[in-house]
Nanobody, 122 residues
Framework: QVQLVESGGGLVQAGGSLRLSCVVS????????MGWHRQVRGNQRELVAG???????NYGEAVRGRFTVSREKANQTLFLQMNSLRPEDTAVYFC????????????????WGQGTQVTVSS
């Protein structure tokens, strides 16, 4: 079983920073792309940032220039450094990863974490 667990969310004032982490655990053969999405209740989940296994990154328009995604392959960990936070960044942030479990005999599956709440006060 593959699990993704996010941490690092919380309450911060506008202009402040937070760093989110996401650890992948379980029977993992290989992790391909990983990413962060966010969701405000009642709205669709939107892409925040993604990173490939080769380190190529992409960002949602709303966060480009303020957020930075990175990954630590050895520890199977994904990070999101969020700077210059705004009240409109308030949301639940979800980590996802494209994972091949167990061995190369298995196809890749997309797994999601439970989410971590980020609240930015004005």
């Amino acid at each position: 079983q593959v699990q993704l667990v996010e941490s690092g969310g919380g309450l911060v004032q506008a202009g402040g920073s937070l760093r989110l982490s996401c650890v992948v655990s379980g029977s993992v053969f290989r992790i391909n792309g990983m990413g962060w999405h966010r969701q405000v209740r009642g709205n669709q989940r939107e892409l925040v940032a993604g990173i490939t296994s080769g380190g190529f990154t992409n960002y949602g328009e709303a966060v480009r220039g303020r957020f930075t995604v990175s990954r630590e392959k050895a520890n199977q960990t994904l990070f999101l450094q969020m700077n210059s936070l705004r009240p409109e960044d308030t949301a639940v942030y979800f980590c996802n990863a494209d994972v091949i479990p167990h061995s190369s005999d298995y196809p890749a599956f997309n797994y999601w974490g439970q989410g971590t709440q980020v609240t930015v006060s004005s």
